[in-house]
Structures are given as structure tokens and as C-alpha cells.
T-cell receptor
């Protein structure tokens, strides 16, 4: 059974204090790993897709990386507007369209 | 506006009533999905559809019914609502190529 574990569950940072969120996964074969951002009362917003170990993608202050067992979402010099819940999901090879989601990391960035 | 919309955004109903949640997308995406989001469980797939008239079960399908007569619409029906179906429901879609799923704004359903 595919599993996704995200840590920490919650993270509080000061503005400008860089950090990383972790997504550990167990899947028989990985077709893709997805990162989403979710603001309160809204639907998940797509950030990145990673397909193979060693791949990296960047968007503004966010950088996602992938290894064979985990993915990291690095946040460099965060701002209060980066506060949100960050979700990780995996899609197995041959698994059709089923995404398995983690429970998310709730990030709060304070002034 | 182009994209994916859900209605209603909020719904309160009583145990035993039938409820239908609507999902509409303007991208002509082939695939559409229904998820529920509960504290401590993350997003869980209820049903999905690969095209009009093609649907399949996800992880938690019991108590739900779907249909897809048109590519752009994917309604989710709770035939006899139960309190355990109180949740936030998200619809998503994706095209036939890239794997990325795009989510709607959600429907918060409360079953009393």
C-alpha cells in the first residue's frame, strides 16, 4: 500500500528564516510526486511535479527536490504570504490516476 | 472564468437525505476526480472518471454515486447522507497528457 508521511505537522518561522519540509513516501514504483499549497477554505493549488530522483524544480522562494525515498520543499527567506498548508502526493506507476496524499505541513511565517 | 467550479460551496443537510454536489470544468479535461478531506486523513479519492460515461471507484466509494454524461460535469451524489460524510469535498480534473490534477474550491458539507 502506498504511503506518504509529511513532517513536521506544523512549522512556525520568522520572516527570512529558511527551512525545509519533508515528504517521505513508500510506493511500488513512482510515476510522479506532486507538491500543492492549500490556503484555508480553498482548494489545493499546484506547485510542482517531480518525476525522477535528482530532479529539482524552483518557483520564487520554493525549491522542491526528490530522492528515491523522500522529497523536500525548501523555503528560502519566507514571507508571511507563504503561510499555508503544503501537501505532498505520489502517483504510482501503473496505478492509473490514484494520488495518495500526505496530511500536510501547516506553515506559519511571522513578521 | 475558465477553470473548475463547485456548487454549492456550503451545504447543511440531515441524515438520510439525498445530496448532490456539482462540479464543472471548462478545460475539456478528460479526467475528473472527487476527493474528501478530513482532519488526520488528508485527501482521499472517492471516485474518478476517465471520460464521459466512464467512472471508477477510488479509495472510499461507499455511500456515494457518480455520473458523467458530459465531459465538463461530474456530479457526486450522496444517496442517503450519514454524519460520517460530513467533510470538505474537492473536485479535480486533469488533461489526457500531463499528470497534474487541478482542484476546485471545495464544498463544505455538514450532515446533522
Amino acid at each position: 500500500e502506498d504511503q506518504v508521511t509529511q513532517s513536521p505537522e506544523a512549522l512556525r518561522l520568522q520572516e527570512g528564516e529558511s527551512s525545509s519540509l519533508n515528504c517521505s513516501y513508500t510506493v511500488s514504483g513512482l510515476r510522479g510526486l506532486f507538491w500543492y499549497r492549500q490556503d484555508p477554505g480553498k482548494g489545493p493549488e499546484f506547485l510542482f511535479t517531480l518525476y525522477s530522483a535528482g530532479e529539482e524544480k524552483e518557483k520564487e522562494r520554493l525549491k522542491a527536490t526528490l530522492t528515491k525515498k523522500e522529497s523536500f520543499l525548501h523555503i528560502t527567506a519566507p514571507k508571511p504570504e507563504d503561510s499555508a498548508t503544503y501537501l505532498c502526493a505520489v502517483q504510482p506507476t501503473g496505478g492509473g490516476n490514484k494520488l495518495t496524499f500526505g496530511t500536510g505541513t501547516q506553515l506559519k511565517v511571522e513578521l | 472564468d475558465a477553470g473548475i467550479t463547485q456548487s454549492p460551496r456550503y451545504k447543511i443537510t440531515e441524515t438520510g437525505r439525498q445530496v448532490t454536489l456539482m462540479c464543472h470544468q471548462t478545460w475539456s479535461h478528460s479526467y475528473m476526480f472527487w476527493y474528501r478531506q478530513d482532519l488526520g486523513h488528508g485527501l482521499r479519492l472517492i471516485y474518478y472518471s476517465a471520460a464521459a460515461d466512464i467512472t471508477d471507484k477510488g479509495e472510499v466509494p461507499d455511500g456515494y454515486v457518480v455520473s458523467r454524461s458530459k465531459t465538463e460535469n461530474f456530479p457526486l451524489t450522496l444517496e442517503s447522507a450519514t454524519r460520517s460524510q460530513t467533510s470538505v469535498y474537492f473536485c479535480a480534473s486533469r488533461g489526457g497528457g500531463p499528470d497534474t490534477q487541478y482542484f476546485g474550491p471545495g464544498t463544505r458539507l455538514t450532515v446533522l
